[in-house]
């Protein structure tokens, strides 16, 4: 387990690779306050998220401006040589997609950065919602891409894994004060662990079709953060025992798709590479 370095000419940078994957008792969340965004300290930058949110709901009042998690690190407790031993827990807030509108996908985003190594820091001012990404493995070795429609707003006609975000509201959570009302903080973060797991598996049965029940081995594989937007998303690996003759997409032509991948989705299938790299030396 470790963490990888970003290369200048990539459109991603690993914020966590765990090649061994890691099972839903290896991962867990500190679900706190104190991993929400931090306010920038110029105001005219700080108010535009809310004039680029106004302008969204004029042009479209479908518009919904959901709670999600936010990602504000982690840690790491890597094995005495035993994957078993190995554990991270991620440091998750609460943002919103209003926000997210407003630092991420800012055209001025990058005002929003704290010049920082530390992740964690320099992404301090940004909504920075955590999505998740599954790396499909069917029976006969093939893996699922899916082509995002031409009408949508991010990434029109590119191939992407099949993926969402964890959902605060799947879980009853909508603020942090609701979240205190609830049996302690310890229950909290065990619930939102189980959200980072159970939030893949409804995100790829929606998303492919394929029953839940022909989907197991799901495990944690890292965090990609796209480098436009520093947008993170965590991964995953899943077997499927369905072939691909019945889902349809051949491995063969996923490494020439992955150009066509938002920054974070190539990170994934980077971090998936590092999982299967990592079995084939053990």
Same mark, same amino acid.
């Given at each position: ?12 940078? $690993?914020?966590?690779? /765990? ?8 991962? &867990? ?7 929400d965004?931090i306010?920038?300290? +110029?105001?005219? $930058? ?7 949110w ?25 094995? #005495?040589g035993?994957?078993q +031993?190995?554990?991270? /827990? ?5 943002? #919103? ?21 530390? #992740? ?25 891409v899916?082509?995002?429609?031409t ?41 939102? &662990? %189980? ?17 839940? &029940?022909?989907?197991?081995?799901? *495990?944690?594989?890292?965090i990609? /953060?796209?480098? $436009?937007? *520093?947008?993170p ?14 889902i %349809? ?8 798709m ?14 998936y590479?590092?999982?299967? #790299? &990592?079995?084939?030396?053990?």
């Amino acid at each position: 387990m470790e963490k990888a370095l970003a290369s200048a000419s990539l459109p991603f940078k $690993l914020l966590l690779s /765990c090649p061994s994957g890691l099972s839903p008792p290896q991962v &867990s969340v500190a679900f706190d306050v104190a991993y929400d965004r931090i306010p920038h300290q +110029d105001i005219q $930058l700080e108010n535009s998220i809310s004039e680029i949110w106004d302008k969204k709901v004029q042009d479209n009042k479908s518009l919904y401006n959901g709670t999600k998690f936010r990602y504000g690190g982690h840690n790491l407790i890597c094995g #005495d040589g035993s994957n078993q +031993d190995s554990h991270v /827990c991620l440091h998750l807030g609460l943002t #919103d997609y209003r926000t997210f509108m407003g630092t991420n996908l800012n055209p001025q985003w990058e005002k929003f950065l704290v010049p920082s190594e530390d #992740d964690s820091i320099r992404c301090q001012h940004t909504s920075s919602p955590l999505g998740n990404g599954a790396i499909v493995e069917t029976s006969d070795r093939k893996i699922i891409v899916l082509q995002r429609s031409t009408n949508v707003g991010e990434f029109p006609g590119h191939y992407v894994f099949p993926g969402g975000h964890p959902e605060p509201q799947e879980i009853g959570i909508t603020s942090h004060q609701y979240g205190k009302d609830l049996t302690g903080s310890e229950l909290i973060n065990k619930k939102v &662990s %189980q959200e980072m797991f159970d939030s893949i598996i409804r995100e790829v049965v929606e998303e492919i079709g394929v029953p839940a &029940s022909t989907l197991y081995n799901t *495990v944690f594989i890292g965090i990609s /953060c796209r480098e $436009l937007n *520093v947008r993170p998303t965590a991964f995953f690996s899943i077997k499927c025992s369905l072939e691909s003759k019945e889902i %349809q997409k051949l491995y063969s032509e996923l490494e020439n798709m992955t150009s066509k991948m938002p920054g974070c989705h190539q990170g994934g299938f980077a971090l998936y590479k590092l999982m299967v #790299d &990592s079995l084939k030396n053990t």
